[in-house]
């Protein structure tokens, strides 16, 4: 691996404007040989040789399998690869209850994982001292050092403002208001970047980039103990104009049950996990978690089934309403209450195809998360890996060094 500091002997400017647009032709290979790059970018040779050996040189890219290692009359076009292995990402996506943290190259591969269970309601300074712990285990598991860290990102189950990257005004996270996430990485991961986002934003993400790369609009159910969502409109992730988009779980869809925001009314007062967990304990259930939850329902309990299909029904209903609204080509439904897959996804289908324009939902493909589990970790690791390898940011990096 070669990081930050491994580019120093670049010398200064060799790489700056157009670096990160080669890069990116490279990386998403529209482009991949020095002929393909002068056409594609409209530089002059010189200028793309001069470019190319300055991210050759900060291990940005690596000539591909069976390339010559120098140019020479006669021999095959050099091939240049992005070189996923530069470097890693630190992810973690935080939930209610339990957290999960991973080791990824920059292509938001997982290299290593692991997690355990937190509280999330103990505060974010024991809650991220945990992660920090964890991210120190994952690192030792994927036989990485600190640092060949490149980035931190986090996704976390509240609503993130766009502009501070705070968590603002969470429903079940009081302690959490206004705290400063990434200064608190800052110590241990001096100068490393450090990215903050919606759980379901994220997965979104990492679902349309990895599982759908071809469909430009999908929308993302995060269905577990909380209901989120998140979209990717043009093959860009919308966040809205302050980052509150996708909030649909405290959506007022009638009734007068008491969410736990304090509305009446939301969504999740009857799709939620948490209100499911609270019917089935008034019928004699254990249940607590959206694990017990799909336990019950997979083992064939009645009204687990009624519960969580009725769920379904509420969720399809406001999907079918941004499906009109937005007409995306995808929706993927991930989270825990994902694991009572067929219960689910029926209700969700029935409600989506009941009420929504026969056009919006003639291509429309309703699924299950192709990610599972992993959704949010690879999509946190995607959105800071976008982030670091934006042509902007690679030209800003290179220049400077």
Aim: aromatic share 4%; charged share 20%.
């Amino acid at each position: 691996m070669i990081g930050i500091m491994a580019v120093m002997g670049i010398r200064n400017g060799r790489a700056a404007a157009g670096a990160g647009h080669l890069l990116d032709m490279i990386r998403n290979q529209r482009a991949r040989t020095r002929s393909e790059l002068v056409r594609a970018s409209g530089m002059a040779r010189a200028t793309v040789e001069n470019r190319l050996t300055g991210l050759l040189e900060a291990g940005y890219i690596v000539y591909g399998a069976g390339s010559p290692q120098a140019p020479s009359v006669g021999r095959p076009a050099e091939v240049f690869e992005f070189n996923h292995q530069s470097g890693v990402i630190l992810a973690a996506e935080l939930g209610p209850e339990h957290c999960q943290v991973a080791v990824t190259d920059l292509a938001a591969g997982i290299l290593a994982a692991t997690g355990g269970p937190v509280d999330m309601e103990s505060g974010p300074e024991q809650v991220l001292r945990q992660v920090g712990e964890h991210f120190t285990t994952a690192l030792g598991l994927a036989d990485k050092a600190v640092a060949e860290v490149r980035a931190v990102a986090l996704a976390v189950p509240g609503t993130v403002e766009t502009a501070t990257s705070r968590i603002n005004a969470p429903t079940m996270m009081s302690r959490w208001y206004e705290f400063d996430l990434r200064d608190f990485f800052a110590d241990r991961f001096s100068g490393i970047p450090v990215f903050v986002e919606n759980d379901a934003h994220v997965m979104a993400l990492g679902e349309q980039r990895k599982q759908w790369p071809d469909t430009a609009d999908l929308l993302m159910v995060n269905a577990g103990m909380s209901i989120g969502s998140g979209l990717v409109l043009g093959g860009r992730l919308f966040r809205g104009s302050l980052g509150a988009a996708g909030d649909i779980g405290h959506l007022n869809r009638g009734g007068g049950r008491v969410c736990r925001c304090g509305s009446v009314g939301c969504l999740e007062t009857d799709a939620a996990g948490w209100a499911i967990a609270r019917d089935l304990r008034s019928m004699d259930r254990g249940a607590r978690t959206a694990a017990d939850i799909v336990a019950l329902t997979r083992a064939g309990d009645a009204d687990a089934v009624a519960l969580v299909r009725q769920a379904g029904r509420a969720i399809g209903a406001v999907v079918a309403d941004l499906v009109g609204v937005l007409n995306p080509s995808v929706v993927t439904v991930g989270g825990a209450l994902v694991e009572a897959r067929d219960t689910l996804l029926a209700g969700i289908r029935e409600a989506v195809y009941a009420r929504s324009h026969p056009l919006s939902t003639r291509d429309l493909r309703i699924s299950h998360s192709l990610l599972g589990a992993d959704a949010g970790l690879v999509g946190a690791a995607t959105l800071a890996s976008e982030q670091l390898l934006a042509p902007e940011a690679i030209d800003a990096q290179l220049s400077r060094l």
